[in-house]
């Protein structure tokens, strides 16, 4: 069952210890993106915390660092990075000083080191080390899917997969406008 957007924000309140993204797609068309990243790109960026929908997100991460939860993620990103990219790294300062970890992989060394192609091509949240919530987007880059995922055997996986993108990964960008 896919979860709607309003219950799929909601799964961020259940965790209780760690929550953990893995980034593979070019890019992203969430519709509370579209137009800070149109700003960005003709040059003119709107500071994220002039964003409610950002702002919400950098409250939320906060209260759970302030908790104790941990947060973070893996972005694989081309090489050079799609503006998309770009402005995922730009708008990744807000992240971190919010208290999440971002790290960086291109495609090439995820490649490199089995993450690609094992891990497909769709994009999940580790929640607790016990659950999943798997999403999967058109080829554009719009969610079509985001679906809660306990089977053991998928979990697992997941955690792998985690593990070696953070191995893999640094905490700074690489690639040009890095």
């Known amino acids: 069952m896919s979860l709607t957007d ?9 965790f209780r210890a760690s929550a953990f993204r893995l980034e593979l797609q070019r890019a992203y068309l969430e519709p509370s993106e579209a137009a800070t990243f149109a ?3 003709s040059g003119d960026p709107q500071p994220p915390t002039e964003v409610p929908g950002l702002t919400d997100w950098y409250d939320q991460i906060r209260a759970h660092t302030a908790a104790g939860r941990t947060v973070g993620r893996v972005r694989v990103h081309e090489e050079p990075p799609t503006d998309y990219q770009r402005w995922e790294r730009w708008i990744g300062t807000w992240n971190t000083a ?12 995820a490649h490199e080191v089995g993450l690609l192609p094992a891990a497909g091509n769709r994009d999940w949240w580790l929640f607790d080390d016990t659950w999943l919530v798997v999403m999967t987007f058109d080829d554009d880059g719009r969610r079509l899917t985001s679906d809660i995922v306990t089977d053991s055997d998928t979990v697992s996986q997941a955690r792998a997969w985690r593990d070696l993108a953070v191995h893999h990964s640094t905490s700074t960008p690489v690639g040009a406008d890095a």
């Open 6 to 14: 309003e219950e799929f924000a909601a799964v961020f309140g259940r």
């Open 39 to 41: 700003r960005w790109r």
């Open 98 to 109: 919010a208290g999440e970890s971002i790290r960086y992989m291109t495609r090439a060394r």
